[in-house]
């Protein structure tokens, strides 16, 4: 009896150094690049910039005008090769798209990491916002499941219009301790990405949209970012969707739409959008 104590005893302790060697791998996806994003009637810009410590990201600008228009910037999930999302440009009525690809992404060089994906999320915010075909007081930052958290960190450290956030979580400390409730995950995990640490001191209105079904990051996660949130906030919930189908609802694209639109139409001032009938 004692032998298989120790015996299960190291094979968790191989176990615990594994997960935390390992967990890079197991947080970033990394994908290869896909073909070249395409959509009728938009104009498909390759964008490539510097990060502050020299590494190269890559990704795409989707316009669908050549005057100054609004942006949404987009941080795709961890299993996500981002810049096919500039081929969704149509659904955002008339905003342009810029999706850049995390580091090891894509065509993105170098390794990801939580702070790597803060810096540069500043990176390319302002890069955004030199451009002359770039309203910067119009910048909207989308974030989709890992994406929601760099999106939040975006928020609280630029003023944008607005933010749009996808199955959100809020820490993905909570996330790996329900997924792995066997292992000391709290004391692991070196890529936090605590976005409700951050969420009080975020004005920008946001759309929040989580997935009824969603196993990864289920809905309660994404109701403790909402209710620590310090702006306006619409929370759209779609009872079927699950975390990888969620866009598949047709209430997604139309939620994202509206919430666009109504900053569209808000005045020069990033706080001046309204939150829609159901937000908190």
Known sequence: MIDALKLVAVAFLVLVLASWLLQERMIFLRQPAGAPPHAPGVRMEKVTLSAPDGTRLAG??????????PLVVYFGGNAEEASGMASAAPRMRGWSVLAVNYRGYGESGGSPGERALYSDAL???DYAAARADVDPRRIVAMGRSLGSGVATWLAANRAL??????????SLVEVGARAYPFLPVRWLLRHRF????RAPSVRAPALMIAAGTDTIVPPELGMRLRDAWGGPVSWVLLPQAGHIDVDGD????????????GLASASGDPGAAQSSPGSR
């Open 194 to 197: 605590d976005s409700r640490s």
């Open 161 to 170: 219009a607005g933010v749009v956030l996808i199955t959100p979580y809020d």
């Open 250 to 261: 047709p209430r997604y694209w139309a939620s994202i739409a509206a919430f666009l639109a």
């Open 123 to 125: 990176a390319i915010h």
């Open 60 to 69: 795409w600008l989707a316009r669908q005008s050549e005057e100054r228009a």
